[in-house]
């Protein structure tokens, strides 16, 4: 028996309402059901193959700013998608914590309305020891990001440089 994938995840939140909005209307999911005396609220991204990849439920009991889990990714198919998130955290006000380059990887680590750390990345077909995790401009033309991604891989400074 082997575990074949991740099926879905889920948090507890403070305001259902804020979070629902943020998850629906910023990151672009599809509520797919909800169940408001549970007060919880189903979403996906590609609801026509999967009813649910991700869940929010009322209840959170510990404080803002306690670390829960690490981060929730969210996989787009071009580096237009990911352009159009960083001019969406940009309007609507989104605290983004880096835009990085994973080698393998480009992303976008920002925090949802209650402080939960977030990723949306867009793969590279490109095998790179991890951590690998540089900063990089996203706002930059394609071909500007993807020339930079491929110096800042080839370097030779240190290969995981995190914000604080």
Same mark, same amino acid.
């Given at each position: 028996?082997?575990?074949?994938? +991740? ?9 259902? &309402? ?10 672009? +999911?599809? #509520? ?10 189903? @979403?996906?991204?590609? &609801? ?14 510990? &404080? ?20 159009? @998130? ?13 835009? #990085?380059?994973?080698?393998?990887? %480009? ?5 949802? $309305? ?13 095998? #790179?020891?991890? $951590? ?7 706002? %930059?033309? &394609? ?9 800042? +891989? ?11």
């Amino acid at each position: 028996m082997a575990i074949s994938g +991740l099926g879905h995840t889920g948090l507890w939140v403070y305001d259902l &309402p804020k979070m629902r909005d943020f998850y629906e209307r910023v990151m672009g +999911l599809t #509520v797919t059901d909800e169940d408001e005396n549970l007060q919880i609220v189903f @979403f996906s991204a590609q &609801p026509e193959h999967e009813h649910h990849e991700f869940v929010l439920q009322a209840g959170r009991t510990s &404080p803002l700013g306690d670390k829960q889990q690490h981060q929730i990714s969210w996989r787009v198919e071009t580096l237009e998608d990911l352009r159009t @998130f960083h001019l969406r955290f940009a309007r609507e006000g989104v605290t983004v914590q880096q835009e #990085v380059t994973h080698g393998n990887a %480009l992303g976008i680590y920002f925090f949802d $309305p209650e402080g939960n750390r977030n990723e949306v990345y867009l793969r590279i077909e490109r095998d #790179v020891r991890q $951590p690998f995790r540089k900063s990089i401009d996203l706002g %930059l033309s &394609p071909e500007e990001i993807y020339a930079e991604a491929e110096r800042l +891989l080839n370097d030779g400074d240190e290969a995981y440089q995190p914000v604080q």
